[in-house]
């Protein structure tokens, strides 16, 4: 699997190549700018990007705005965003397109490999991978909500987050202290509320996440 890295810092950013290519993938290209990362993107065009938020020349959103950029040119383009902090407006800018192919982590979960690896593989894959407190703060309670998100029952609101962290079912369920089976019936009716129309369900999952972050 090919990976376009972008990380200003040296350290980290060798540190992120060696544990990407220990677990088997080909890093094309490691940059530590803006426009180094977007010529990148167009020029290999990776299975999946991982790029850091901050890059120079400004160090304010170069890496997210190259990223989007390249999604623009090369639509569905995975890409898992790193960052330092939660910052809320760029989590949205990145889901606004409404595609799948994309993640938001947090600098520290790179220190987990076995979930960071996992979060590039599941983007790589067309699916989403938010950073649990990435969530947390999107899916604060809202008590102007309106429209099908508004038909959520609280249990069905949980399930959702963590369907938007990657969880499985069967990660779920164990999470809630309920049955796998009481989660495909809360899955069911959460599609149904959200006007999701019988499909592939791996895809009806990023959807769903994509509608209430969005």
Do not use: C, W
């Not at 993107?41 to 950029?69: C, K, M, N, S, Y």
């Not at 600098?107 to 894959?125: L, N, T």
Request: net charge negative; aromatic share 6%.
């Amino acid at each position: 699997m090919r990976v376009v890295l972008a990380e200003d810092l040296f350290l980290l950013r060798d540190g992120l190549v060696r544990l990407l290519e220990s677990y088997d993938f080909e890093v094309v290209a490691a940059v530590d700018n803006g426009p180094a990362l977007l010529q990148a993107l167009i020029e290999h065009r990776p299975d999946v990007a991982v790029v850091d938020v901050r890059l120079p020349p400004t160090f304010t959103d170069e890496g997210l705005q190259a990223a989007l950029e390249a999604r623009r040119q090369v639509p569905g383009l995975p890409v898992l965003v790193l960052s330092q902090y939660v910052e809320q407006l760029y989590a949205r800018e990145l889901l606004a397109d409404g595609s799948g192919g994309i993640g938001y982590l947090l600098k520290d979960r790179v220190f987990e490999p076995g979930q960071f690896i996992d979060a590039v593989r599941r983007v790589a894959g067309g699916g989403t991978a938010m950073d649990p407190d990435v969530v947390a703060r999107l899916f604060a309670k809202d008590t102007h909500r309106s429209g099908p998100m508004a038909r959520l029952t609280p249990r069905e609101r949980e399930v959702l987050a963590l369907m938007a962290e990657g969880r499985s079912n069967a990660a779920i369920a164990q999470r809630l202290v309920i049955t796998e089976r009481a989660v495909i019936k809360h899955t069911s009716n959460m599609f149904a509320k959200l006007d999701l129309s019988p499909s592939d369900d791996d895809n009806r999952r990023v959807l769903a996440v994509l509608a209430y972050l969005r």
